[in-house]
């Protein structure tokens, strides 16, 4: 018989995600494979043993999208969301960090998301949670609804 997580202990698994503004519009991904393909998301991911959040942001948002991202100015925490996926998925405590882009809107043309991801600009009022992935649901209704 399979263990719960929660019998087991273990803690949740700390992630780190970026609300990237770009002036009146919000840069999310569309996952291009794996968990969650075809999905929005607030790009980001695992913070390494010892990372800082901040640290470990700017290193995913450079991984994922090249070194256009070293240009993002990442600010204040938004929101902490603690998710449960369903097994054999993670516990995750995600932590939303604000991000402005340049003012140059030529500049997200120039990022390389990877894995068959996109960039999609997206005015906040269009957001629709269902959309994204799971962890990531709540955030998009709350800046849907003007939060």
Not at 90 to 95: G, L, M, S, Y
Not at 110 to 115: F, I
Request: glycine fraction near 12%.
């Amino acid at each position: 018989m399979a263990e719960s997580k929660k019998l087991l202990g273990r803690p949740p698994l700390p992630v780190v995600a970026g609300v990237i503004w770009a002036g009146g519009e919000l840069l999310v991904q569309r996952r291009g494979r794996g968990h969650g393909a075809g999905s929005l998301e607030f790009p980001g991911g695992k913070l390494e043993p010892g990372e800082q959040p901040r640290a470990a942001l700017a290193r995913e948002l450079r991984e994922e999208w090249g070194e256009g991202a070293k240009r993002l100015v990442i600010g204040r925490v938004l929101e902490v969301v603690r998710h449960d996926y369903p097994e054999p998925g993670p516990d995750v405590v995600v932590i939303f960090f604000e991000v402005r882009a340049p003012a140059d809107q030529a500049w997200w043309r120039s990022l390389t998301p990877v894995d068959g991801a996109a960039i999609v600009r997206l005015r906040p009022e269009a957001l629709r949670e269902e959309e994204f992935l799971t962890a990531d649901q709540v955030v998009a209704a709350r800046l849907r609804d003007g939060g």
